[in-house]
């Protein structure tokens, strides 16, 4: 079972829909979660950390759910340079690693 | 530009050939990261340094497979005699002090191999 497990998608949607992502985590000595962004062939940049009290920033919405080992993301009012492929990322507890999931491809269209 | 530089940007290299690429971290940050990603996949974690010292190592690397961060600021990756399979885009990244909540991953633009 591969340590961060994400639906690859794609996730096709109108401009203005929400659309949620969700993550699953096997080691439950995880400690710190994040979202990252990547646009097509470049790198990834950090979207937002993920707290255990749930997060947003604008029109993005993260939650952690410690005792099903899932984290989600929540967008609403998506944009079309919302299209991008989503990192869900997870670092264990006093370590220095963090592992990637495979991403979640999103694509937001007019 | 202060943020992770990469060279090259593309090497093309025939099978058994050994090549080195090169990560100047953002200066002030001292742990400096190795990623490998392949098309549809997320980055697979290689290695990881802080200042020189090379704390943690994929099980997934190979002995034809070195790092090197001599001084704690750029590192060095090596491939020796490259196989088809070895063909990604490889990603360093560096963070500074602090955890990983404070001080998250930054990314240089990648080191593109194509083995042929």
């Known amino acids: 079972r591969k340590e961060v497990e994400q639906d690859p998608g794609p996730f096709n949607v109108p401009e203005g829909a929400t659309v949620a992502f969700n993550c699953t985590y096997s080691?439950?000595?995880?400690?710190?979660f994040f979202w990252y962004r990547q646009d097509c062939r470049k790198e990834p940049k950090l979207l937002m950390s993920?707290?255990?009290s749930g997060n947003e920033d604008g029109r993005f919405t993260a939650q952690l759910n410690r005792a099903s080992q899932y984290i989600s993301l929540l967008i609403r009012d998506s944009k079309l340079s919302d299209s991008a492929t989503y990192l869900c990322?997870?670092?264990?507890?006093?370590?220095?690693?963090?592992?990637f999931g495979a991403g979640t491809i999103l694509r937001v269209k007019s | 530009d202060t943020g992770v530089s990469q060279n090259p940007r593309h090497k093309i290299t025939k099978r058994g050939q050994n090549v080195t690429f090169r990560c100047d971290p953002i200066?002030?940050?001292?742990?400096l990261y190795w990623y490998r990603q392949t098309l549809g996949q997320g980055p697979e974690f290689l290695t990881y340094?802080?200042?020189?010292?090379?704390?943690?190592k994929s099980r997934l690397l190979s002995d034809r497979f070195s790092a090197e961060r001599p001084k704690g600021s750029f590192s060095t990756l090596e491939i020796q005699r490259t196989e088809q399979g070895d063909s990604a885009m490889y990603l360093c990244?560096?963070?500074?002090?602090?955890?990983?909540?404070?001080?998250?991953?930054?990314f240089g633009n990648g080191t593109r191999l194509t083995v042929t």
């Open positions: 080691n439950s000595a995880s400690q710190s």
């Open positions: 990322v997870v670092n264990e507890v006093g370590g220095n690693k963090l592992v």
């Open positions: 200066s002030e940050h001292n742990r």
């Open positions: 993920v707290y255990s």
């Open positions: 990244a560096s963070r500074g002090f602090g955890t990983v909540n404070n001080s998250p991953l930054h």
């Open positions: 340094f802080q200042n020189e010292a090379q704390l943690e």
